[in-house]
């Protein structure tokens, strides 16, 4: 690693070679989903009985008939060869930051000589993978290795292309050999299924009929992209996802013009080409844009099924990275890969529907009125009680960076609703009794609801969970992070109130119904209104006014996994049998060994480079410095001396400097003391990052921020 290199770098980024034009996808909907055994794959290869059994399981929930199971083996072995797939693999999500995949081939000696290419049941079924090799927080132990992968056939299997050749994917659940799950799918299929019944329960208080109920979710994708000769170039960004070291640059996103402006061409042909491998899987990448922060964009979809869509967005991170290396560049999913600008998130649009009633739509009359506000009721109580909960799900090591910093949700939980969802709310708690003008007595179903447009509140972009025309959007999970676990919780949560309302309801007469649902929601809103929130959450008021409130303030992950150990909420989860104690705690270990993982190899690696990349560059400046005093004052020259003394200090402080920070950081690393190597590592980078702006700019070693989020 030179300044020479960084400067070759910059070089040929500025030379670039004119794009290829790659093959648009065809305007025809026979391209899109081409790689998936979806319904259509399933009625051309499976008989029409064996069909409609498969399809009612994946739309309906329907028990699946086991005895099936070599029917459909065959008929996705078939369609797999056709399309080029030599291999297939039971693809899970373990508890890491991504999935997991052991390959198989169809291929299978007949004893004569020759082979067939051969899938069963059983090997669609089940599969055994080793338990002990993945993160499991005690639940298994290192000489207990059985674990299974179980086929999940909700969501349909798809083909994984690369250049010599493709492998059938098949979305597996990931259980050890005692049932317990060391997956993030498992308790996410849990708490759809809690989520679907408590909203039967709920819709049958109403007496709509029986319909199915479906959970939604489009989750938006924050990235940055990168030249591959800088990156090769930052063995931080290489070891940590992250730049540890880097000055702000004079220009960064100050000016507001890269959000939405025109997207770059070597940009827009990446993107081109995602989309085109992206809608081959069947994934609906409908939005592409840059972002607020220079080198920044996103990718949105369009809304899927939950289950569904947490594997597409899995999916949608893998493809980012690998098409990006095909353009020379590098995806970077880190929660806060560059100080200064905007870190990156992943907005959670989750929603639920009742047949074609989407239950967060307010909807003109009255009746959708009623069901609209007792599932907000519902909502807003769940949040208020398991705050803690939501939060423990966005803790990493990387979204300590970004929650709070001035672009994303502070780390206290709370509800916009906006003006005039919050004026309803207030006007239900008002009740029968005298309220001002503004604040009219409100009775549910015979004052209807004022009919909202489709757009009733405005945006809050520093609100965690904000009501948006249709859904709540959750922007606290990271980029980096799984959206299986955020809404695991949320479902579960939700359950568990709708479940309250119910339990109330079911006790009422009909003739009641109405006036007694007046009575329980204005109780409901009254006792948890106080996670309401619809100002600035950045602001020092709002922190102040949310201690008042008695809201948790989880700042950090050490504090924010906490209530995963709390007595209370591992029987909240146990009783809606989404995670056992065992399992819940188990979360906690892996969670914690996770963050205390990647907080060691940040520091050892900002101690090594800050030592044997950053020093001698430093040390060779300095010297550089001293020898031209020395030469000065010998020939007793008085001019420049002040500037190269005051120089040569700088520097000579810096070195003295970094040489303690590493020291105490190191201290630190050997005693794994958390808030001690943070601390450390932020004095060091402070120390670093003004010496990058008095070195001479010929010998930096490392690419700068002026360079990585500029030049591409």
């Known amino acids: 690693m030179s300044s020479s290199n960084r400067f070759d770098a910059v070089a040929k980024i500025g030379d670039k070679p004119t794009l290829e034009r790659i093959e648009l996808p065809p305007a025809n909907i026979d391209f899109y989903a081409k790689d998936v055994f979806n319904e259509t794959a399933i009625r051309q290869y499976l008989s029409k009985g064996i069909a409609e059994q498969l399809i009612a399981t994946i739309n309906n929930g329907t028990p699946l008939d086991p005895t099936i199971a ?61 338990a002990s090799s993945f993160p499991s927080g005690g639940i298994r132990s ?41 997956d993030k799918k498992t308790p996410l299929l849990r708490s759809i299924q809690a989520l679907k019944a408590s909203v039967r329960r709920l819709m049958n208080c109403f007496g709509v009929e029986e319909a199915n109920a ?112 095909r353009y020379g560049l590098i995806c970077l999913l880190h929660e806060k890969p560059f100080v200064g600008v905007n870190g990156s998130g992943k907005h959670n649009n989750w929603s639920v529907s009742y047949g074609s009633r989407n239950l967060l739509d307010p909807g003109k009359d009255p009746e959708q009125n009623m069901i609209f506000l007792t599932v907000l009721a519902g909502i807003i109580r769940g949040i208020d009680l398991h705050a803690d909960l939501l939060r423990a799900c966005t803790c990493s090591v990387g979204n300590d960076h970004r929650l709070g910093a001035g672009e994303a949700p502070p780390a206290i939980i709370s509800i916009f609703l906006g003006d005039q969802l919050n004026e309803i709310v207030e006007r239900i708690v008002a009740g029968d009794r005298k309220a001002s003008k503004k604040l009219e007595p409100m009775r549910i179903g015979v004052d209807t609801l004022p009919p909202l447009p489709r757009d009733a509140t405005d945006r809050n972009r520093t609100s965690p969970f904000a009501f948006t025309s249709n859904k709540f959007e959750f922007r606290s999970p ?55 929130f619809n100002g600035n959450g950045y602001s020092e008021e709002w922190r102040k006014e949310a201690e008042k409130r008695g809201l948790p303030n989880l700042a950090n992950t050490l504090e924010g996994l906490k209530p995963l150990l709390d007595n209370n909420n591992q029987k909240f989860l146990e009783k809606y049998a ?87 950081l190191n201290a630190a690393l050997v005693e794994m003391n958390a808030p001690a190597i943070i601390e450390e590592m932020t004095k060091l980078r402070k120390i670093v990052d003004d010496l990058e702006c008095v070195v001479d700019d010929q010998k930096w070693p490392l690419p700068k921020y002026r360079e990585m989020l500029f030049l591409y």
């Not at 999940?152 to 493709?166: L, M, Q, V």
């Open 70 to 130: 070599g029917d459909v083996a065959h008929a996705m072995k078939e369609w797999a060869i056709e399309r080029g797939a030599t291999h297939y693999t039971h693809w899970f999500q373990p508890l890491t930051s991504g999935t997991a995949e052991k390959h198989d081939s169809f291929l299978e000696p007949d004893g004569n000589s020759s082979a067939i290419m051969s899938f069963s049941g059983k090997n669609l079924v089940v599969g055994e993978s080793d």
């Open 142 to 182: 290192t000489f207990e290795a059985r674990g299974y992968t179980a086929w999940d056939p909700t969501s349909p299997a798809f083909i994984k292309r690369h250049p010599n050749g493709a492998t059938l994917c098949i979305p597996t659940a990931f259980c050890s050999y005692t049932g317990a799950a060391l």
């Open 214 to 325: 479906k959970v939604t979710l489009g989750a938006e994708q924050e990235y940055f992209l990168i030249d591959k000769k800088f990156y090769l170039q930052r063995p931080d960004l290489i070891q940590t996802g992250r730049t540890l070291f880097g000055a702000p640059p004079a220009k960064h996103q100050q000016l507001e013009d890269h959000y939405f402006g025109s997207i770059k061409p070597r940009i827009v042909s990446f993107m081109t080409e995602v989309e085109k491998e992206l809608w081959a899987l069947g994934i609906p990448a409908k939005t592409r844009h840059n972002e607020v922060a220079p080198a920044q964009f996103e990718l949105a979809p369009v809304f899927e099924e939950l289950n569904l869509s947490v594997d597409h967005n899995m999916l949608v991170m893998e493809v980012l990275r690998t098409v990006a290396e």
């Open 478 to 532: 990271g980029s980096s992070q799984s959206c299986a676990n955020v809404n695991m919780m949320l479902n579960t949560i939700v359950a568990e109130s709708l479940d309250y309302i119910s339990e109330k309801l079911e006790k009422v007469q009909q003739k009641e119904f109405t006036e007694q649902l007046q009575i329980i929601l204005k109780d409901i809103m009254k006792k948890h209104k106080r996670i309401i």
């Open 578 to 664: 989404v995670l056992s104690k065992i399992e819940m705690s188990s979360r906690y270990e892996v969670f914690l060994e996770d963050y205390y993982r990647r907080l060691r190899i940040e520091g050892e690696i900002a101690s090594e480079l800050a030592s044997s990349v950053i020093m001698p560059v430093v040390m060779a400046e300095y010297k550089f410095a001293v020898e031209a005093l020395e030469t000065a004052t010998a020939i007793k020259l008085k001019a420049g001396t002040k500037g190269i003394r005051n120089k040569a200090t700088i520097l000579g402080v810096g070195i003295d400097a970094i040489t303690e920070c590493c020291s105490m």
